[in-house]
Protein backbone atom coordinates (compact mmCIF):
# COMPACT_ATOMS: atom_id res chain seq x y z
CA UNK A 1 0.00 0.00 0.00
CA UNK A 2 1.03 3.57 -0.78
CA UNK A 3 2.38 5.78 1.91
CA UNK A 4 -0.72 8.59 0.30
CA UNK A 5 -3.38 5.99 0.78
CA UNK A 6 -2.06 5.13 4.06
CA UNK A 7 -2.05 8.50 5.31
CA UNK A 8 -5.36 10.22 3.74
CA UNK A 9 -7.92 9.48 6.29
CA UNK A 10 -5.99 9.87 9.15
CA UNK A 11 -4.66 13.04 7.69
CA UNK A 12 -8.03 14.31 6.76
CA UNK A 13 -9.16 13.56 10.58
CA UNK A 14 -6.24 15.46 12.11
CA UNK A 15 -7.28 17.93 10.13
CA UNK A 16 -10.89 17.76 10.94
CA UNK A 17 -9.35 17.90 14.68
CA UNK A 18 -7.40 20.61 14.06
CA UNK A 19 -9.90 22.54 12.31
CA UNK A 20 -12.61 21.92 15.40
CA UNK A 21 -9.82 23.06 17.98
CA UNK A 22 -9.31 26.07 16.14
CA UNK A 23 -13.15 26.77 15.83
CA UNK A 24 -13.66 26.54 19.60
CA UNK A 25 -11.03 28.75 21.10
CA UNK A 26 -12.48 31.26 18.28
CA UNK A 27 -16.16 30.78 20.13
CA UNK A 28 -13.97 31.26 23.22
CA UNK A 29 -12.64 34.28 22.29
CA UNK A 30 -15.23 35.88 20.96
CA UNK A 31 -18.02 34.86 23.37
CA UNK A 32 -15.41 36.84 26.00
CA UNK A 33 -14.95 40.03 23.83
CA UNK A 34 -18.43 40.07 23.42
CA UNK A 35 -19.29 41.83 26.43
CA UNK A 36 -20.74 44.83 25.90
CA UNK A 37 -19.84 47.58 27.79
CA UNK A 38 -23.12 49.57 29.25
CA UNK A 39 -23.33 53.01 31.11
CA UNK A 40 -23.70 52.96 34.35
CA UNK A 41 -26.96 53.23 36.47
CA UNK A 42 -26.85 56.88 36.96
CA UNK A 43 -27.00 57.96 33.52
CA UNK A 44 -30.38 56.50 33.40
CA UNK A 45 -32.08 59.82 35.11
CA UNK A 46 -31.57 61.80 37.84
CA UNK A 47 -29.93 59.63 40.66
CA UNK A 48 -31.81 59.74 43.84
CA UNK A 49 -29.85 61.55 47.17
CA UNK A 50 -30.82 62.16 50.88
CA UNK A 51 -30.07 65.54 51.43
CA UNK A 52 -29.51 65.33 55.16
CA UNK A 53 -27.84 62.27 56.43
CA UNK A 54 -29.83 63.37 59.69
CA UNK A 55 -26.75 63.89 62.38
CA UNK A 56 -27.10 66.13 64.83
CA UNK A 57 -24.30 69.21 65.14
CA UNK A 58 -21.57 68.95 68.59
CA UNK A 59 -22.46 72.45 68.61
CA UNK A 60 -25.64 74.31 68.63
CA UNK A 61 -27.19 77.62 68.80
CA UNK A 62 -31.01 77.63 70.18
CA UNK A 63 -32.80 81.23 68.89
CA UNK A 64 -36.44 80.75 71.02
CA UNK A 65 -38.96 83.14 69.97
CA UNK A 66 -41.73 83.45 72.19
CA UNK A 67 -44.73 84.60 70.74
CA UNK A 68 -45.63 88.01 72.87
CA UNK A 69 -49.10 88.51 71.04
CA UNK A 70 -52.43 89.56 73.01
CA UNK A 71 -53.99 85.79 71.91
CA UNK A 72 -51.43 84.26 74.07
CA UNK A 73 -51.88 85.74 77.31
CA UNK A 74 -54.90 83.00 78.40
CA UNK A 75 -51.91 80.85 78.79
CA UNK A 76 -50.00 82.62 81.61
CA UNK A 77 -53.38 84.29 83.28
CA UNK A 78 -54.55 80.44 83.71
CA UNK A 79 -54.49 78.80 87.38
CA UNK A 80 -52.10 76.45 86.17
CA UNK A 81 -49.07 77.58 83.81
CA UNK A 82 -48.76 74.56 82.76
CA UNK A 83 -47.82 72.83 80.68
CA UNK A 84 -46.66 75.88 79.11
CA UNK A 85 -44.57 77.19 81.00
CA UNK A 86 -42.70 73.76 81.76
CA UNK A 87 -42.61 72.93 77.66
CA UNK A 88 -40.34 76.56 77.48
CA UNK A 89 -38.19 75.17 80.75
CA UNK A 90 -38.00 72.10 79.11
CA UNK A 91 -36.76 72.81 75.80
CA UNK A 92 -33.89 75.07 77.25
CA UNK A 93 -33.16 72.14 79.42
CA UNK A 94 -32.75 69.98 76.19
CA UNK A 95 -29.73 72.37 75.04
CA UNK A 96 -27.90 72.48 78.68
CA UNK A 97 -27.84 68.26 78.53
CA UNK A 98 -28.74 67.66 74.60
CA UNK A 99 -25.47 68.89 73.09
CA UNK A 100 -21.56 69.45 74.41
CA UNK A 101 -21.93 72.96 73.18
CA UNK A 102 -24.81 75.32 73.44
CA UNK A 103 -26.03 78.88 73.62
CA UNK A 104 -29.47 79.98 73.85
CA UNK A 105 -30.89 83.29 72.96
CA UNK A 106 -34.13 84.62 73.93
CA UNK A 107 -36.89 87.04 71.58
CA UNK A 108 -40.25 87.85 71.78
CA UNK A 109 -41.97 88.23 68.69
CA UNK A 110 -45.20 89.83 67.42
CA UNK A 111 -45.07 92.01 64.24
CA UNK A 112 -41.23 92.44 65.59
CA UNK A 113 -38.74 90.53 66.69
CA UNK A 114 -37.13 91.91 70.06
CA UNK A 115 -34.20 90.16 71.74
CA UNK A 116 -34.33 89.38 75.33
CA UNK A 117 -30.97 89.25 77.49
CA UNK A 118 -30.43 85.90 78.93
CA UNK A 119 -30.43 82.47 78.60
CA UNK A 120 -33.62 81.79 80.45
CA UNK A 121 -36.13 82.47 78.02
CA UNK A 122 -39.39 80.64 80.49
CA UNK A 123 -38.78 83.64 83.05
CA UNK A 124 -39.93 86.53 80.68
CA UNK A 125 -43.33 84.69 80.34
CA UNK A 126 -44.25 85.93 83.99
CA UNK A 127 -42.26 89.44 83.14
CA UNK A 128 -45.13 92.48 84.18
CA UNK A 129 -46.10 94.21 80.07
CA UNK A 130 -44.11 90.95 78.20
CA UNK A 131 -47.86 90.70 76.46
CA UNK A 132 -48.90 94.31 76.20
CA UNK A 133 -47.69 95.09 72.53
CA UNK A 134 -48.55 98.14 70.58
CA UNK A 135 -52.10 97.28 68.60
CA UNK A 136 -50.51 97.85 65.36
CA UNK A 137 -47.71 95.49 66.44
CA UNK A 138 -50.34 92.50 67.86
CA UNK A 139 -50.01 90.12 65.32
CA UNK A 140 -47.98 87.08 64.91
CA UNK A 141 -45.93 87.51 62.20
CA UNK A 142 -43.90 84.10 62.19
CA UNK A 143 -42.89 84.95 58.52
CA UNK A 144 -40.56 87.78 60.19
CA UNK A 145 -39.03 85.23 62.14
CA UNK A 146 -38.06 82.94 58.84
CA UNK A 147 -36.58 86.26 57.24
CA UNK A 148 -34.30 86.87 60.07
CA UNK A 149 -33.24 84.15 62.17
CA UNK A 150 -29.89 83.13 61.22
CA UNK A 151 -30.09 79.39 59.64
CA UNK A 152 -27.45 77.98 58.57
CA UNK A 153 -26.32 74.27 60.02
CA UNK A 154 -25.27 74.47 63.88
CA UNK A 155 -28.81 77.28 64.19
CA UNK A 156 -31.92 75.63 65.56
CA UNK A 157 -35.10 77.45 65.74
CA UNK A 158 -37.65 77.56 68.31
CA UNK A 159 -40.76 79.09 68.31
CA UNK A 160 -43.48 79.20 70.74
CA UNK A 161 -47.00 80.42 69.43
CA UNK A 162 -51.05 79.47 69.33
CA UNK A 163 -50.38 79.60 65.61
CA UNK A 164 -53.48 81.58 65.32
CA UNK A 165 -53.81 82.42 61.62
CA UNK A 166 -56.70 83.39 58.83
CA UNK A 167 -55.94 81.99 55.46
CA UNK A 168 -53.92 85.10 54.11
CA UNK A 169 -51.32 84.45 57.11
CA UNK A 170 -51.07 81.27 56.15
CA UNK A 171 -50.50 81.82 52.56
CA UNK A 172 -47.93 84.90 53.85
CA UNK A 173 -45.94 82.08 56.23
CA UNK A 174 -45.96 79.81 53.29
CA UNK A 175 -44.59 81.81 51.22
CA UNK A 176 -41.90 82.69 53.77
CA UNK A 177 -40.93 79.07 54.28
CA UNK A 178 -40.88 78.52 50.54
CA UNK A 179 -38.38 81.68 50.64
CA UNK A 180 -36.30 80.72 53.82
CA UNK A 181 -36.46 77.39 54.75
CA UNK A 182 -37.09 75.02 51.82
CA UNK A 183 -34.03 76.53 49.72
CA UNK A 184 -31.69 76.09 52.97
CA UNK A 185 -33.00 72.10 53.06
CA UNK A 186 -33.91 72.83 56.64
CA UNK A 187 -36.41 70.64 58.48
CA UNK A 188 -39.18 72.01 60.50
CA UNK A 189 -40.44 70.25 63.74
CA UNK A 190 -43.78 70.86 64.81
CA UNK A 191 -44.90 70.18 68.24
CA UNK A 192 -48.91 70.10 69.48
CA UNK A 193 -49.41 70.47 73.43
CA UNK A 194 -52.31 71.56 75.08
CA UNK A 195 -52.55 73.69 78.23
CA UNK A 196 -54.03 75.32 80.62
CA UNK A 197 -56.26 78.59 79.37
CA UNK A 198 -57.96 81.89 80.73
CA UNK A 199 -58.34 84.19 78.18
CA UNK A 200 -59.47 85.81 75.05
CA UNK A 201 -59.79 84.15 71.51
CA UNK A 202 -59.89 86.30 68.99
CA UNK A 203 -61.30 86.66 65.32
CA UNK A 204 -64.02 84.84 65.72
CA UNK A 205 -66.80 84.20 63.36
CA UNK A 206 -67.34 86.40 59.88
CA UNK A 207 -67.37 89.50 62.00
CA UNK A 208 -64.01 89.11 64.14
CA UNK A 209 -66.01 88.68 67.65
CA UNK A 210 -63.61 87.98 70.53
CA UNK A 211 -64.58 85.64 73.29
CA UNK A 212 -63.49 84.20 76.66
CA UNK A 213 -62.15 80.70 76.85
CA UNK A 214 -61.66 79.36 80.49
CA UNK A 215 -60.48 75.94 80.66
CA UNK A 216 -60.79 75.70 84.41
CA UNK A 217 -58.05 72.33 84.53
CA UNK A 218 -60.75 70.55 82.36
CA UNK A 219 -57.99 68.46 80.08
CA UNK A 220 -60.40 68.22 77.18
CA UNK A 221 -60.35 71.78 76.31
CA UNK A 222 -57.24 72.43 76.95
CA UNK A 223 -56.06 75.00 74.66
CA UNK A 224 -53.12 74.04 72.22
CA UNK A 225 -50.18 76.10 71.61
CA UNK A 226 -46.88 74.61 69.45
CA UNK A 227 -43.56 74.36 69.05
CA UNK A 228 -41.92 75.07 66.02
CA UNK A 229 -38.86 73.72 65.73
CA UNK A 230 -36.30 74.72 62.60
CA UNK A 231 -33.17 73.23 61.65
CA UNK A 232 -30.70 70.77 59.95
CA UNK A 233 -32.84 67.03 60.15
CA UNK A 234 -30.46 65.30 62.56
CA UNK A 235 -30.75 68.59 65.18
CA UNK A 236 -34.40 68.71 64.92
CA UNK A 237 -34.97 65.11 64.97
CA UNK A 238 -32.44 65.36 68.16
CA UNK A 239 -34.08 68.10 70.08
CA UNK A 240 -37.40 66.40 69.14
CA UNK A 241 -36.12 63.39 71.38
CA UNK A 242 -34.92 64.66 74.10
CA UNK A 243 -37.91 66.85 74.50
CA UNK A 244 -40.44 63.93 74.92
CA UNK A 245 -38.19 62.08 77.03
CA UNK A 246 -38.17 65.07 79.45
CA UNK A 247 -41.91 66.23 78.64
CA UNK A 248 -44.94 63.88 79.78
CA UNK A 249 -47.72 66.36 78.03
CA UNK A 250 -46.15 66.06 74.82
CA UNK A 251 -45.15 62.59 72.64
CA UNK A 252 -44.32 61.67 69.43
CA UNK A 253 -48.15 61.47 68.53
CA UNK A 254 -48.41 65.29 69.03
CA UNK A 255 -45.34 65.79 66.31
CA UNK A 256 -44.22 66.11 62.84
CA UNK A 257 -41.46 66.89 61.24
CA UNK A 258 -41.23 67.95 57.97
CA UNK A 259 -37.90 67.14 56.63
CA UNK A 260 -36.57 67.28 52.89
CA UNK A 261 -35.89 63.91 52.57
CA UNK A 262 -38.60 61.27 52.89
CA UNK A 263 -36.35 58.20 53.80
CA UNK A 264 -33.42 57.92 56.05
CA UNK A 265 -31.71 55.12 54.11
CA UNK A 266 -32.01 55.00 49.94
CA UNK A 267 -33.37 51.81 48.19
CA UNK A 268 -31.29 50.26 46.54
CA UNK A 269 -30.85 46.40 44.55
CA UNK A 270 -28.18 45.42 46.52
CA UNK A 271 -30.64 46.02 50.35
CA UNK A 272 -33.13 44.22 48.34
CA UNK A 273 -34.26 40.48 48.75
CA UNK A 274 -35.77 39.11 45.96
CA UNK A 275 -39.31 36.83 46.63
CA UNK A 276 -39.53 36.06 42.98
CA UNK A 277 -37.19 35.75 40.11
CA UNK A 278 -39.49 33.90 37.68
CA UNK A 279 -38.21 33.25 34.28
CA UNK A 280 -35.51 35.35 35.05
CA UNK A 281 -31.57 34.34 35.49
CA UNK A 282 -29.57 37.08 37.77
CA UNK A 283 -26.35 36.93 35.71
CA UNK A 284 -23.11 38.54 37.08
CA UNK A 285 -21.39 38.47 33.84
CA UNK A 286 -24.00 40.05 31.18
CA UNK A 287 -21.72 42.73 30.46
CA UNK A 288 -18.69 44.98 31.53
CA UNK A 289 -19.62 45.98 35.02
CA UNK A 290 -19.76 50.01 35.11
CA UNK A 291 -18.16 51.65 37.54
CA UNK A 292 -20.90 53.37 39.72
CA UNK A 293 -21.95 54.29 42.84
CA UNK A 294 -25.32 52.52 42.85
CA UNK A 295 -25.88 48.21 43.27
CA UNK A 296 -27.67 47.68 40.09
CA UNK A 297 -29.00 44.08 39.21
CA UNK A 298 -28.04 41.92 35.47
CA UNK A 299 -30.56 39.41 34.98
CA UNK A 300 -31.51 37.43 31.92
CA UNK A 301 -34.95 37.03 30.27
CA UNK A 302 -35.26 33.13 29.88
CA UNK A 303 -37.77 31.95 27.42
CA UNK A 304 -41.25 32.22 29.03
CA UNK A 305 -43.75 34.29 27.91
CA UNK A 306 -44.22 36.08 31.22
CA UNK A 307 -41.49 36.66 33.51
CA UNK A 308 -42.06 38.14 37.11
CA UNK A 309 -39.50 39.93 39.41
CA UNK A 310 -40.39 40.58 43.27
CA UNK A 311 -38.26 42.32 45.30
CA UNK A 312 -38.66 43.43 48.84
CA UNK A 313 -36.52 46.27 50.47
CA UNK A 314 -36.94 47.79 53.60
CA UNK A 315 -38.20 50.99 54.41
CA UNK A 316 -36.55 53.75 55.98
CA UNK A 317 -39.01 56.58 57.64
CA UNK A 318 -37.69 59.47 58.73
CA UNK A 319 -38.73 59.43 62.42
CA UNK A 320 -41.46 62.06 62.67
CA UNK A 321 -42.19 62.58 59.47
CA UNK A 322 -45.37 61.87 57.88
CA UNK A 323 -45.76 58.11 56.83
CA UNK A 324 -46.57 56.60 53.34
CA UNK A 325 -49.75 55.54 52.52
CA UNK A 326 -50.62 54.91 48.82
CA UNK A 327 -54.60 53.83 49.78
CA UNK A 328 -55.49 57.17 48.26
CA UNK A 329 -52.76 57.24 45.11
CA UNK A 330 -54.59 56.35 42.13
CA UNK A 331 -51.95 54.18 40.24
CA UNK A 332 -49.17 54.02 39.11
CA UNK A 333 -47.10 53.78 42.13
CA UNK A 334 -43.99 52.77 40.75
CA UNK A 335 -42.45 54.38 37.82
CA UNK A 336 -40.78 52.05 34.97
CA UNK A 337 -38.07 53.92 32.25
CA UNK A 338 -36.53 51.58 29.93
CA UNK A 339 -33.85 51.99 27.96
CA UNK A 340 -32.13 49.99 25.13
CA UNK A 341 -27.77 49.64 25.77
CA UNK A 342 -26.73 49.66 21.62
CA UNK A 343 -23.09 48.11 20.80
CA UNK A 344 -21.64 51.25 21.16
CA UNK A 345 -22.63 51.31 24.97
CA UNK A 346 -24.89 54.18 24.77
CA UNK A 347 -28.70 54.11 26.03
CA UNK A 348 -31.60 54.82 23.85
CA UNK A 349 -35.04 55.19 25.32
CA UNK A 350 -37.47 52.85 24.62
CA UNK A 351 -41.18 52.66 25.02
CA UNK A 352 -41.95 49.13 26.69
CA UNK A 353 -45.30 50.25 28.19
CA UNK A 354 -47.15 47.23 27.05
CA UNK A 355 -44.00 44.73 27.91
CA UNK A 356 -43.31 45.72 31.28
CA UNK A 357 -45.86 46.75 34.20
CA UNK A 358 -44.60 47.52 37.77
CA UNK A 359 -46.46 47.56 40.95
CA UNK A 360 -45.61 48.38 44.69
CA UNK A 361 -47.34 47.75 47.40
CA UNK A 362 -46.14 49.06 51.49
CA UNK A 363 -46.53 45.64 53.79
CA UNK A 364 -45.26 46.19 57.27
CA UNK A 365 -42.89 48.56 56.75
CA UNK A 366 -41.40 46.68 53.80
CA UNK A 367 -41.79 48.09 50.08
CA UNK A 368 -42.65 45.34 47.71
CA UNK A 369 -41.99 46.05 44.22
CA UNK A 370 -43.19 43.67 41.31
CA UNK A 371 -42.38 43.61 37.92
CA UNK A 372 -43.86 41.76 35.40
CA UNK A 373 -42.25 41.27 32.24
CA UNK A 374 -44.51 40.14 29.25
CA UNK A 375 -41.70 38.87 27.61
CA UNK A 376 -43.88 37.11 24.33
CA UNK A 377 -44.97 40.78 23.63
CA UNK A 378 -41.09 42.34 23.64
CA UNK A 379 -39.61 41.57 19.86
CA UNK A 380 -36.30 43.26 20.40
CA UNK A 381 -33.20 41.31 21.82
CA UNK A 382 -30.49 42.97 23.16
CA UNK A 383 -29.55 44.53 26.56
CA UNK A 384 -31.66 46.98 28.04
CA UNK A 385 -31.67 49.25 31.33
CA UNK A 386 -34.76 49.88 33.70
CA UNK A 387 -35.13 52.45 36.29
CA UNK A 388 -37.54 51.39 38.45
CA UNK A 389 -38.28 54.02 41.29
CA UNK A 390 -41.97 54.74 43.55
CA UNK A 391 -43.61 57.46 42.25
CA UNK A 392 -43.90 59.76 45.20
CA UNK A 393 -46.57 62.40 45.50
CA UNK A 394 -47.91 64.93 48.20
CA UNK A 395 -50.83 62.70 48.42
CA UNK A 396 -48.21 59.41 49.20
CA UNK A 397 -47.94 60.85 52.72
CA UNK A 398 -50.58 60.48 55.85
CA UNK A 399 -50.47 63.52 57.92
CA UNK A 400 -50.81 62.19 61.87
CA UNK A 401 -54.41 62.48 62.80
CA UNK A 402 -53.88 64.94 65.53
CA UNK A 403 -53.46 67.83 62.43
CA UNK A 404 -56.50 67.21 61.10
CA UNK A 405 -57.81 66.49 64.58
CA UNK A 406 -56.95 69.93 66.06
CA UNK A 407 -57.51 71.66 63.55
CA UNK A 408 -60.47 74.45 62.20
CA UNK A 409 -61.29 75.53 58.91
CA UNK A 410 -61.81 78.57 57.65
CA UNK A 411 -65.43 78.14 56.59
CA UNK A 412 -66.32 76.51 60.05
CA UNK A 413 -64.72 79.92 61.97
CA UNK A 414 -66.86 81.89 59.22
CA UNK A 415 -69.85 80.28 59.84
CA UNK A 416 -70.45 80.70 63.14
CA UNK A 417 -72.55 83.16 65.16
CA UNK A 418 -71.70 82.99 68.69
CA UNK A 419 -68.18 83.61 70.16
CA UNK A 420 -69.31 81.11 72.97
CA UNK A 421 -69.81 78.14 69.86
CA UNK A 422 -66.20 78.47 69.58
CA UNK A 423 -64.08 75.26 70.47
CA UNK A 424 -61.06 77.18 72.06
CA UNK A 425 -59.44 73.42 72.05
CA UNK A 426 -58.78 73.65 68.37
CA UNK A 427 -56.91 75.70 65.70
CA UNK A 428 -57.35 77.86 62.86
CA UNK A 429 -55.96 76.33 59.67
CA UNK A 430 -53.79 74.24 61.57
CA UNK A 431 -54.27 71.40 59.10
CA UNK A 432 -54.07 73.70 56.13
CA UNK A 433 -51.02 75.21 57.11
CA UNK A 434 -48.74 71.59 57.62
CA UNK A 435 -50.33 70.34 55.37
CA UNK A 436 -49.74 73.16 53.00
CA UNK A 437 -46.13 73.32 54.19
CA UNK A 438 -45.48 69.77 53.08
CA UNK A 439 -46.89 70.21 49.96
CA UNK A 440 -44.58 73.10 49.21
CA UNK A 441 -41.47 70.82 50.74
CA UNK A 442 -42.60 67.92 48.32
CA UNK A 443 -42.81 70.08 45.59
CA UNK A 444 -39.90 71.71 46.05
CA UNK A 445 -36.99 69.30 46.79
CA UNK A 446 -39.24 65.96 45.18
CA UNK A 447 -37.65 63.52 47.24
CA UNK A 448 -37.32 59.77 46.68
CA UNK A 449 -37.36 56.77 48.45
CA UNK A 450 -34.58 55.83 46.07
CA UNK A 451 -34.74 53.31 42.77
CA UNK A 452 -33.88 49.69 41.44
CA UNK A 453 -31.20 49.95 38.88
CA UNK A 454 -31.87 46.78 36.17
CA UNK A 455 -30.29 45.48 33.47
CA UNK A 456 -31.70 42.77 31.37
CA UNK A 457 -30.44 40.78 28.79
CA UNK A 458 -33.31 39.33 26.35
CA UNK B 1 -4.27 -13.02 51.32
CA UNK B 2 -2.25 -10.73 49.05
CA UNK B 3 -2.19 -12.90 45.33
CA UNK B 4 -1.64 -10.70 43.26
CA UNK B 5 1.95 -9.51 41.31
CA UNK B 6 3.37 -6.74 42.66
CA UNK B 7 3.01 -4.98 39.73
CA UNK B 8 -0.67 -4.56 39.73
CA UNK B 9 -0.08 -2.75 42.42
CA UNK B 10 0.23 0.86 39.68
CA UNK B 11 -2.99 -0.26 38.57
CA UNK B 12 -5.18 1.72 41.12
CA UNK B 13 -3.34 4.76 41.04
CA UNK B 14 -3.12 4.76 37.34
CA UNK B 15 -7.07 4.19 37.57
CA UNK B 16 -7.22 7.42 40.11
CA UNK B 17 -5.76 9.25 37.64
CA UNK B 18 -7.79 8.17 34.95
CA UNK B 19 -10.85 9.02 36.89
CA UNK B 20 -9.64 12.57 38.56
CA UNK B 21 -8.58 12.89 34.80
CA UNK B 22 -11.63 12.07 33.30
CA UNK B 23 -14.11 13.08 35.98
CA UNK B 24 -12.78 16.90 36.88
CA UNK B 25 -12.54 18.26 33.46
CA UNK B 26 -16.21 17.17 32.54
CA UNK B 27 -17.30 19.21 35.85
CA UNK B 28 -15.24 22.73 35.53
CA UNK B 29 -15.50 22.74 31.94
CA UNK B 30 -18.56 20.88 30.37
CA UNK B 31 -21.15 20.28 33.19
CA UNK B 32 -21.54 23.96 33.62
CA UNK B 33 -21.90 24.78 29.36
CA UNK B 34 -25.01 22.05 30.06
CA UNK B 35 -26.07 23.49 33.70
CA UNK B 36 -25.64 27.46 32.41
CA UNK B 37 -29.10 27.53 30.32
CA UNK B 38 -31.40 25.26 31.99
CA UNK B 39 -30.20 25.86 35.32
CA UNK B 40 -32.99 29.00 37.70
CA UNK B 41 -31.66 29.60 41.09
CA UNK B 42 -33.95 30.49 43.48
CA UNK B 43 -34.42 34.47 43.60
CA UNK B 44 -31.54 36.20 45.02
CA UNK B 45 -28.54 33.83 43.77
CA UNK B 46 -27.20 34.21 41.13
CA UNK B 47 -26.49 31.29 38.31
CA UNK B 48 -22.57 31.85 39.22
CA UNK B 49 -23.04 31.71 42.74
CA UNK B 50 -25.13 28.69 41.90
CA UNK B 51 -22.50 27.08 39.47
CA UNK B 52 -19.76 27.47 42.11
CA UNK B 53 -21.65 25.66 44.63
CA UNK B 54 -22.10 22.95 42.69
CA UNK B 55 -18.85 23.09 41.64
CA UNK B 56 -17.39 22.82 45.36
CA UNK B 57 -19.86 19.62 46.31
CA UNK B 58 -19.20 17.95 42.99
CA UNK B 59 -15.57 18.04 42.99
CA UNK B 60 -15.73 16.31 46.66
CA UNK B 61 -18.09 13.70 44.77
CA UNK B 62 -15.88 12.91 42.16
CA UNK B 63 -12.96 12.79 44.76
CA UNK B 64 -15.48 10.41 46.51
CA UNK B 65 -16.10 8.51 43.50
CA UNK B 66 -12.37 7.72 42.84
CA UNK B 67 -12.40 6.41 46.81
CA UNK B 68 -14.81 4.23 45.50
CA UNK B 69 -12.97 2.92 42.99
CA UNK B 70 -9.92 2.63 45.11
CA UNK B 71 -12.40 0.51 46.93
CA UNK B 72 -13.23 -1.68 44.35
CA UNK B 73 -9.46 -2.15 43.65
CA UNK B 74 -8.67 -3.32 47.27
CA UNK B 75 -11.63 -5.97 46.91
CA UNK B 76 -10.20 -7.39 43.68
CA UNK B 77 -6.84 -7.55 45.21
CA UNK B 78 -8.05 -9.70 48.22
CA UNK B 79 -10.22 -11.88 46.46
CA UNK B 80 -8.36 -15.26 44.55
CA UNK B 81 -11.10 -14.71 41.90
CA UNK B 82 -12.53 -18.32 42.00
CA UNK B 83 -15.80 -17.49 42.89
CA UNK B 84 -17.40 -15.23 40.41
CA UNK B 85 -15.36 -11.95 39.37
CA UNK B 86 -17.54 -9.96 41.77
CA UNK B 87 -19.36 -8.38 39.23
CA UNK B 88 -21.70 -7.72 41.38
CA UNK B 89 -19.64 -5.79 44.50
CA UNK B 90 -19.16 -3.64 41.06
CA UNK B 91 -22.34 -3.01 40.43
CA UNK B 92 -23.41 -2.44 43.78
CA UNK B 93 -20.50 0.10 44.71
CA UNK B 94 -21.69 1.77 42.02
CA UNK B 95 -25.25 1.91 43.01
CA UNK B 96 -24.68 2.83 46.56
CA UNK B 97 -22.31 5.65 45.60
CA UNK B 98 -24.89 6.95 43.20
CA UNK B 99 -27.63 7.26 45.62
CA UNK B 100 -25.31 8.66 48.26
CA UNK B 101 -24.45 11.35 45.88
CA UNK B 102 -27.80 12.32 44.72
CA UNK B 103 -28.50 12.10 48.25
CA UNK B 104 -26.01 14.85 48.76
CA UNK B 105 -27.21 16.69 46.24
CA UNK B 106 -30.54 16.80 47.45
CA UNK B 107 -29.45 18.23 50.74
CA UNK B 108 -26.45 20.18 50.23
CA UNK B 109 -27.50 21.93 46.74
CA UNK B 110 -28.94 25.13 46.66
CA UNK B 111 -32.55 24.51 45.53
CA UNK B 112 -33.69 25.87 42.31
CA UNK B 113 -36.56 26.79 40.18
CA UNK B 114 -35.88 24.86 37.00
CA UNK B 115 -33.29 22.29 35.64
CA UNK B 116 -33.27 19.87 38.10
CA UNK B 117 -33.37 17.02 35.92
CA UNK B 118 -30.38 18.51 34.04
CA UNK B 119 -28.61 18.94 37.41
CA UNK B 120 -29.26 15.03 38.71
CA UNK B 121 -27.98 13.98 35.36
CA UNK B 122 -24.54 16.08 36.29
CA UNK B 123 -24.45 14.87 39.62
CA UNK B 124 -25.29 10.83 37.87
CA UNK B 125 -22.25 11.28 35.76
CA UNK B 126 -19.82 12.96 38.22
CA UNK B 127 -20.79 9.78 40.45
CA UNK B 128 -20.17 7.28 38.21
CA UNK B 129 -18.00 8.39 35.31
CA UNK B 130 -14.85 8.81 37.58
CA UNK B 131 -15.66 5.20 39.50
CA UNK B 132 -16.29 4.40 36.33
CA UNK B 133 -12.95 5.35 34.47
CA UNK B 134 -11.43 4.67 37.84
CA UNK B 135 -12.25 0.79 37.57
CA UNK B 136 -13.14 -0.19 34.13
CA UNK B 137 -10.20 0.00 32.14
CA UNK B 138 -7.61 -0.71 35.27
CA UNK B 139 -8.88 -3.85 37.33
CA UNK B 140 -6.34 -6.89 37.67
CA UNK B 141 -6.18 -9.67 35.15
CA UNK B 142 -8.46 -11.74 37.50
CA UNK B 143 -11.22 -9.27 37.86
CA UNK B 144 -11.04 -7.60 34.36
CA UNK B 145 -13.88 -8.25 32.60
CA UNK B 146 -16.36 -7.60 36.05
CA UNK B 147 -17.16 -3.91 35.06
CA UNK B 148 -19.25 -3.99 32.24
CA UNK B 149 -18.14 -2.28 28.74
CA UNK B 150 -13.95 -3.04 29.96
CA UNK B 151 -13.60 -5.21 27.30
CA UNK B 152 -14.49 -2.75 24.66
CA UNK B 153 -12.83 -0.21 26.83
CA UNK B 154 -9.23 -2.53 26.93
CA UNK B 155 -9.47 -2.81 23.55
CA UNK B 156 -9.49 0.80 22.90
CA UNK B 157 -6.56 1.14 25.64
Given at each position: MSAGANNGPASK????????GLSICVCILLGC??????????????????????????????????????????????????????????????????????????????????????????LYVFKEGFYNLPKSEDITRIDEILEKSPQDAKNLTLVFTDLYQDRADIGRLLRAFRDSTIPRKLSVGIVGIRSNFRGKIFDIGARSFSGEWDTKGNRAKFRP?????????????????????????????????LSPDVTASLVEWSKTKRLIEQGLVERRSLFQAPKSRFSYGSLQ???????????????????????????????????????????????????????????????????????????DRWAGRGLYAFDVRPNLEADSFRLPTWCKGWSVTEEERLGLKNPASFDGSKTLNLFEFISGLWRAMLESHKPQLGALYLYLEK | MFNKPRSSLALPVIGVLAGLGVGLPVLYFLEPLVLDPVVSPQAGQTIE????????????????????????????FLDAGRSGDLRLVWVGLG?????????????????????????????????????????????????KYAPWGSRALRKLW
Open positions: RRELAIRASGKPQVPPPENLGEPPLVFDQGLSTDEVVANVYLDATSSMKGFVKADQIEPYLGTIEKAEQVFAIGWSKASVHCFKFGAKIVPLPGESCHFYLFIIGRRGNVSHFMDELFRRSKDTGPDQAVLVRGRSTCTLKVEADYAPVKYAPTLDWNHVPQPRVQVRTFQVTTDGKLQGVDLARVVDGDLQLQNNKLVFTLTIHS | DWLREFRQLETLLVILSVAVGLLWHASTILFLAFACWMAVRRLPSVQEGSSGIMLCVAVNALLPYYMASAAFTVASH
